[in-house]
């Protein structure tokens, strides 16, 4: 992506809002030298070491006694001029100092996502890269930190970026019989090789999109959805897993009518526990649209735990498998008397079996989730955009001319490239920086 440059200078808080001991607030673009020499009157001795200042609005009044960093360009998170400012991370604090900023020539708030998104605009990082630094911020497990770790590290970068070295080089081979051919090159037999690298990277691609959405799965969360008959423990359950009273729990059959969440770590997975309506013929109009719901979530999870009461025959008649995806089949009330079923028997009362239970659910967490590449793509943006690079390499490889190879070609390194952001992706960035926090 070509450099851009942006002739206003933003400003925003960059840690998180509310009290903290320290708040930092970034100013980027070509003022940004300015607003130190504003605000504290001299800029640090050397670029990239914290000076200890008063900084002062521009009526001369102190805001705080702080630290200011100056990062002159190109040695900076957005590539531009970075000043920052860490102040003590009080409201008054952090709005005088914004109200101070917002006051100097050529200065603005930041729009969300506008620091990384003048970053990629200058090369420091590319598409996916400043993706996963959104998923980086958003990590709310071991396992989603190291995803997007490895992401932001550049592991999906290399893969496209060696997908579209490959496919140059197809292409490069493609225009040579095109150029060529009235001389006497053996255009078959160069067309052959280009296409035998074509398919080559063909099946690379089917390889990652075929990886059962475990990249996505693991940074939007494992559905697990708990449906059983009414009354067998069900939001008792997901209250012992959340540790607190999440659902309301009574003796009455039918307490529960809505889909309600938790979120867990599972063994450093994020997993998101849905309770729902006990699953019965009912004319309560509310009840059995709860009961369609319950279903409905089932149908969506990634996996189901279907809970039973271990005291009372479980009636027949609602669905226990949903599709090809795992389910748990758990007895609860295991402290009351009971009949010996297959499956794991627990007590939420007493706690029995509540840990293998857990051990159980991580398992099939971690069997689903469990990279076997070390780049998955987590986006529904990499799917389609890859979908279309797959469709077009697929057209590549029937076409007979090598004109026709050589145009789907250069369709598929298209769509390669939109994936890093090396081309016209304007239309993406809105998208993509919309989802980011102001400040970063
Ligand atoms: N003895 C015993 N009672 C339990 C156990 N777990 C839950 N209960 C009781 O069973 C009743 C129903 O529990 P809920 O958690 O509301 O059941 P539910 O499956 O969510 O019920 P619905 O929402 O109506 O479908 C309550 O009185 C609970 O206290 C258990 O392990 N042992
Ligand atoms: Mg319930």
Redesign the pocket.
């Known amino acids: 992506m070509p450099a851009v440059l942006h002739s206003d200078t933003i400003f925003a808080l960059s840690s998180g809002h509310g009290r903290s001991g320290v708040a930092v607030v970034r100013v980027s673009g070509p003022a940004a030298g300015v607003a130190i020499q504003a605000l504290t009157g001299a800029m640090p001795a050397q670029p990239r070491l914290a000076a200890r200042r008063r900084i002062l609005t521009p009526a001369g009044e102190t805001i705080d006694d702080g630290l200011v960093l100056w990062f002159p360009a190109p040695a900076s998170f957005t590539g531009e001029d970075v000043a920052e400012f860490h102040v003590h991370g009080g409201r008054a604090v952090v709005d005088a100092l914004l109200a101070a900023l917002g006051r100097l020539p050529g200065l603005r708030p930041a729009e969300a996502g506008e620091f990384t998104r003048r970053a990629v605009e200058n090369g420091k990082f590319d598409l996916t890269q400043a993706e996963a630094l959104a998923d980086l911020i958003n990590a709310e497990t071991e396992a989603q930190r190291r995803q997007a770790l490895r992401q932001y590290d550049g592991a999906l970068t290399s893969l496209y970026e060696g997908w579209r070295m490959q496919l140059v080089g197809a292409a490069a081979w493609a225009e040579a019989t095109i150029d060529f051919s009235d001389e006497e090159l053996p255009a078959g037999i160069i067309l052959a090789k280009a296409k035998a690298q074509a398919a080559d990277v063909i099946d690379e691609v089917r390889t990652h999109l075929a990886d059962a959405r475990r990249g996505e799965i693991l940074r939007d969360g494992f559905h697990l959805t708990v449906i059983g008959p009414?009354?067998s423990g069900?939001?008792?359950l997901?209250n012992a897993f959340a540790r607190r009273d999440v659902?309301?729990?009574s003796e009455a059959a039918g307490?529960?009518r809505d889909v309600l969440e938790v979120h867990l770590d599972i063994g450093g997975y994020p997993v998101i526990v849905a309770?729902?309506?006990?699953l019965h013929e009912t004319s309560d109009a509310v009840e059995s649209e709860g009961v369609r719901r319950a279903i409905v979530r089932a149908e969506q999870a990634d996996a189901v735990l279907l809970l039973m009461d271990a005291t009372t025959a479980n009636p027949a008649g609602w669905p226990t498998r949903f599709g090809d995806k795992p389910v748990l089949e758990v007895w609860n009330k295991a402290d009351l008397p009971h009949l010996e079923r297959p499956g794991l028997a627990i007590s939420v009362r007493t706690g029995a079996g509540m840990n293998e239970l857990l051990v159980r659910i991580g398992l099939i967490v971690k069997e689903t989730l469990a990279a076997d590449s070390a780049a998955p793509l987590t986006r529904d943006r990499h799917r389609h955009t890859l979908g279309q690079a797959e469709q077009a390499l697929t057209r590549a490889l029937c076409a007979g001319a090598p004109e026709l190879f050589a145009e789907e070609l250069r369709m598929a390194l298209r769509h390669l490239g939109r994936m890093t952001g090396r081309v016209d992706v304007e239309d993406l960035l809105d998208v993509i920086f919309g989802d980011f926090c102001i400040g970063k």
């Open positions: 009414p009354n069900k939001s008792s997901v659902a309301i729990v307490t529960t309770d729902t309506a006990g």
